[in-house]
């Protein structure tokens, strides 16, 4: 807002309120941008070819502190009593710490309630993902409410699956057959993966948890013969790990037997992060 000088006459306007510069709805714009990913120097210029006027990243910076209480009211808020699915994964981001840059996790947790609905229940950082790590995120869920979860959904992060009986020790643990799959994959030659890959897939296709550990001692089988010994151990060591779901509704298969649905998450935290490099 250009403010006209009046001698002798102040100006004043019931639109915009004294000694305010921006209307309520362009500070809200620049905070939705930053909130979207773009970063606080790229706002200035999409400002200048707005409004024509550039908005500091400074301001920015400013205007970003109000909506800081509403994150942390957010992340501190209570929680259901229980959830059926809870969904449990980590990313790692870049912090500049005392000079230095270094790797910090962000650990993610995901429920669905009884009527099917899913929300994120918790967001925390850690230095990484270690039990202490995934006890303070648990000690947190448990602190707001939760006081059940029915089966946990990870892949097989020693931290995590040590804390998870301190707090839900009624809980049951899938390991994520997607990255069970990716474990067994490591062991095999790219040559070989376009073979074996459907092996895989065919085990947790089965009807029931019987039929897929018979069809999994008969893939190791193969994968010996094919001389993958090392895969095959993987295979039959974390085969039942990987088998819970089929202790909860078949319609519900599809949905439990991975953590893919936290990989749409951590997409948009990649993607609103990598605007920054490393944090402060």
């Known amino acids: 807002l250009k403010v006209p ?17 921006r209307e309520s709805s362009v500070e809200e714009s620049l905070v939705e941008m930053y909130l ?16 024509g006027t550039r908005v500091s990243p400074s301001t920015v910076s400013n205007l970003n502190q109000k909506i800081y209480e509403r994150i942390e009211e957010w992340r501190q808020r209570p929680l259901r009593n229980r959830y059926v699915y809870t969904y449990l994964d980590g990313l790692w981001l870049k912090r500049a710490w005392g000079g230095e840059v270094e790797n910090v996790s962000i650990l993610v ?35 707001r409410g939760l006081r059940r979860i029915d089966l946990a959904i990870s892949d097989k992060a020693a ?18 057959v997607f990255h069970f799959h990716k474990n067994i994959l490591h062991k095999v030659p790219k040559q070989k993966r376009e073979e074996v890959i459907p092996m895989l897939k065919a085990i947790h296709a089965q009807e029931d948890a019987q039929s897929a550990r018979e069809k ?9 013969d094919l001389k993958l010994g ?15 779901y089929y202790r909860f509704p078949r319609e519900h298969h599809r949905s439990i ?24």
Do not use: H
Request: contains cysteine; charged residues 30%; positive net charge.
């Open 109 to 143: 947790a995901i429920g669905v309630n009884e009527m099917g609905f899913r929300e994120v229940l918790g967001v925390s950082e850690g230095m990484s993902e270690d039990k202490e790590s995934w006890r303070n995120l648990l000690r947190n869920l448990y602190g």
């Open 216 to 224: 999994a001692i008969s893939v190791a089988a193969k994968l010996e």
């Open 159 to 176: 931290g995590l699956i040590e804390a998870l009986p301190e707090f839900y020790p009624q809980a049951k643990w899938q390991r994520c």
């Open 257 to 280: 037997r991975t953590n893919n649905m936290l990989e749409r998450i951590m997409k948009e935290i990649r993607r609103r992060t990598r605007v920054v490099g490393s944090f402060p």
């Open 230 to 244: 090392p895969a095959a151990s993987i295979l039959l060591q974390g085969i039942d790990e990987s088998l819970t």
């Open 5 to 21: 000088k009046l001698r002798g006459a102040s100006f004043e306007t019931q639109i915009i309120e004294r000694y305010k510069r």
């Open 36 to 51: 979207a990913g773009v970063s606080v120097r790229r706002v200035e210029d999409i400002t200048e070819a707005l409004w």
